[in-house]
């Protein structure tokens, strides 16, 4: 039974400095690597985390080296895919002795596993806050879900292409994304589109599938639904997501900060 954490949003900066000058982004996830490591006991074992982009603030190079400082302090393979926070050039250097990371174009990747299959597309573009799919991502997908063979499948993207109701982070969402809902839409077999940018665990429909917004593994956009809502951040517990194959795709939220228990509900009874 194949299990994947989603990690998302770290937006790591230099070692000393805060993101925002407020979240101390570079802790919230060494607590996140600790929680990991912490629960596998219950959870594992964990056959791969996907960090769902925003790996780092402002993409510099040594804030990738920061990341993966932390991240591979957990000692489980993982795989990423860029955000709006991130610089595609400096992300693929960051990353240029892993087998998953392309030389150049977007950074989309598959991975096969005998109970799931695993797409992952760049939907980053260049100097912009939203996101868009390239033709040759979209092109990807397809082939991509041609070999999926009736396992289930889970899509990931940085960007989400549903509407939230939390209006700054939608003007900047997954934009024409048309193509990418008749494809998926079209796929007949068991798919879940997984996302993050928004920093908060969110599920909504797109087209006839499933697509769920990852919560922040640190900070979180705050939850503020009207129109012309101030652009707030919110010091909200960070938390992850776990993926994994029971009678089809099932998604847990654990939060990354400790609290009391567990408890037994019945202490007399064994
Ligand atoms: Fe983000
Ligand atoms: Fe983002």
New binding site residues.
């Given amino acids: 039974m194949t299990k994947i954490i989603q990690i998302s949003?770290p937006?790591i900066v230099i070692k000393g400095e805060l993101a925002y000058g407020q979240v101390d982004t570079c802790t919230a996830l060494k607590k996140c690597v600790d929680k990991i490591k912490r629960i596998l006991p219950e959870i594992g074992p964990i056959d791969m985390i996907i960090v769902t982009g925003?790996l780092t603030d402002f993409g510099k190079k040594e804030e990738y080296s920061l990341f993966r400082e932390i991240v591979e302090e957990v000692g489980i393979p993982y795989r990423a895919i860029p955000?709006n926070?991130d610089n595609k050039l400096t992300m693929q250097k960051a990353f240029a002795d892993k087998d998953w990371m392309p030389i150049n174009g977007p950074i989309n990747w598959e991975l096969d596993f005998y109970d799931l299959k695993l797409i992952a597309l760049d939907t980053s573009i260049t100097g912009m806050a939203h996101g868009n799919l390239e033709s040759i991502s979209l092109d990807f997908l397809r082939a991509s879900l041609s070999t999926a063979n009736g396992r289930p499948v889970l899509v990931a993207t940085h960007h989400p292409p549903i509407i939230t109701g939390l209006e700054k982070m939608d003007i900047q969402n997954l934009r024409d994304s048309a193509g990418l809902k008749e494809i998926l839409s079209a796929h007949t077999g068991e798919l879940k589109l997984i996302c993050?940018?928004v920093?908060r665990n969110i599920v909504g429909q797109f087209g006839n599938k499933l697509c769920q917004i990852a919560p922040?593994v640190s900070h979180a956009v705050t939850m503020d639904l009207r129109i012309d809502a101030p652009n707030c951040l919110t010091k909200e517990p960070g938390s992850f997501l776990l993926h994994e194959i029971r009678d089809g795709i099932l998604s847990h939220q654990i939060l990354v900060d400790n609290y009391d228990g567990p408890f037994m509900f019945y202490p007399d009874s064994k």
Avoid: A, I
């Fill in positions: 949003d937006h925003d955000g926070h993050g940018h920093h922040g």
